[in-house]
């Protein structure tokens, strides 16, 4: 059976033999129409019944399609077998999900964003990060113990999107002789924080911002601080927040 629903998976992954498809194969009509509504087939994969699997991406996330045998229609959905079995996800994490995940932990390698910890700490955690958020602060406290241990390096994607001066004072921090020092003076202080913003923010720096705000918004992530960490499998996690107690292990690593 094919059950229709919205396909918001996580970068869990599910290692299964797929079908990247080649440059040169020509698509069906009905797979053709549907990527006219947007989407980006990104590969082929085995189906039962006849059927014809596509992975696609939409609006950043994974969306299979079902040619039919015919090949004049296309299913959209999840693909169930006669358990109840979601024969569909393992395709979606291969084709879409895993391509994506490294695809996004580029961009943020590439964004800007002030470290705190050691180069060659074994594991990397980025944070988008506003200056103004108290939760931030609090996950700054809550990394201590495994940033001053050299064990993690966290890398603050700043952003300025709580108050008014939130950009500013991102900008100020990102323009400071030390960034990381000016950051980890502003975070030790709290609420008794002296940072100034800026009060005109060079362009260069405005456009930096912006960036930053605009792959936090097409990473999925609405507040901060946004926490993304590669798992035990190298899959992107994403952790909206600050962490309980118990989840730390988990992000951070042993301590």
Known sequence: MIRFKPLPYLLAG????????????????????????GAEVVGRFEAPGG??????????????????????HVLIGSLLDAKGDDLT??????????????EMWTRMENSTWIADGKADAPRIIYMFSDPNCPYCNMFWKQARPW?????????HIMVGMLRA??????????????PQA??????????????????????????????NLMLMSELGAQATPAIFYLDDNDRLQQHQGAPRPDALDTIMGPR
């Open 89 to 102: 996800r393992a395709h979606l994490e291969k084709l879409v999900y895993e391509p994506l995940g490294k």
């Open 51 to 72: 059927l014809k699997g596509y992975a696609a991406r939409y609006n950043g996330q994974g969306m299979a399609l079902y040619l039919t045998p015919d090949g004049e």
């Open 14 to 37: 599910v290692s299964l033999l797929a079908l990247p498809m080649a440059q040169a194969e020509e698509l069906p009509e009905a797979i053709k129409a549907v990527e006219a509504r």
């Open 182 to 211: 000016a950051l980890n003076e502003h975070e030790a202080a709290g609420k008794a924080s002296k940072l100034k913003a800026l009060e005109k923010i060079p362009a260069a720096l405005e456009k930096q911002l912006t960036d």
């Open 165 to 178: 001066d939130s950009a500013g004072k991102s900008a100020a921090l990102l323009s400071a002789r030390d």
């Open 147 to 155: 940033v001053e241990s050299g064990k993690v390096q966290l890398r």
